[in-house]
């Protein structure tokens, strides 16, 4: 799915029309290009549309508010950004989702919108809610079978602690690129897998 994080938003042309399909993607990369720029707080529609070069009635028509507007394409990004790869063996697979996972959270967009909207939930319940219910829930639910294909396999045992496993798969990764905030490379990438199969493994 493509999610538009970082393409240059979409201009109308001069004197003619703008497919739907081409207005939406538009909308969609202003929506990251301006929230990243001034945070959720004072992120407005009219801002989006116009740094989509469209009207603010083409945002409401497909998005009713900022918040909905926020949820729906952030939770599309989190999900097209990181999978549950299946390359034949947990090592391969764990290997896979914490290079993706440090792409996705390097992304220059990324770096800047993920810490804003963590804080943000901190202070705005309704949009704390709607993040876990659209993006956390589903994605630790794909995330899962990382490790339900293991159990399968036989590389983890069928009493594996499914829930405290998945907490052992993301958040390393997490802490070190959204909040600590320091940079990686594939050997901190491969040092990291091996310690992630380890903890899975004990």
């Not at 070069?53 to 394409?73: C, D, F, H, N």
């Not at 396999?153 to 320091?182: K, N, Q």
Request: one cysteine or more; aromatic letters at 6%; hydrophobic letters at 45%.
């Amino acid at each position: 799915m493509d999610t538009n994080i970082g393409a240059p938003a979409g201009k109308r042309p001069p004197g003619g029309p703008v497919l739907q399909g081409d207005l939406t993607r538009a909308l969609e990369a202003a929506f990251f290009e301006e929230l990243a720029a001034v945070g959720y707080g004072k992120l407005s529609i009219e801002a989006v549309a116009r740094r989509a070069g469209a009207g603010k009635a083409a945002v409401y028509r497909r998005w009713p508010s900022k918040q909905a507007m926020t949820i729906e394409l952030t939770a599309k990004a989190a999900t097209a950004f990181v999978r549950a790869p299946d390359r034949g063996s947990l090592r391969e697979d764990v290997a896979q989702f914490v290079r993706d996972t440090m792409a996705a959270l390097s992304h220059p967009l990324a770096s800047r919108i993920v810490p804003d909207l963590l804080a943000e939930g901190s202070r705005n319940a309704e949009l704390a809610g709607a993040l876990l219910t659209g993006i956390r829930d589903p994605r630790r639910e794909n995330v899962a079978q990382i490790l339900q294909r293991a159990v399968e396999r036989g590389e983890l045992p069928e009493d594996t602690d499914l829930e405290l496993c998945l907490d052992f798969l993301v958040s390393p990764t997490y802490w070190r690129l959204a909040v600590i905030r320091t940079p990686v490379d594939d050997a901190y990438a491969e040092r990291l897998t091996d310690k992630i199969i380890a903890a899975l493994k004990a």
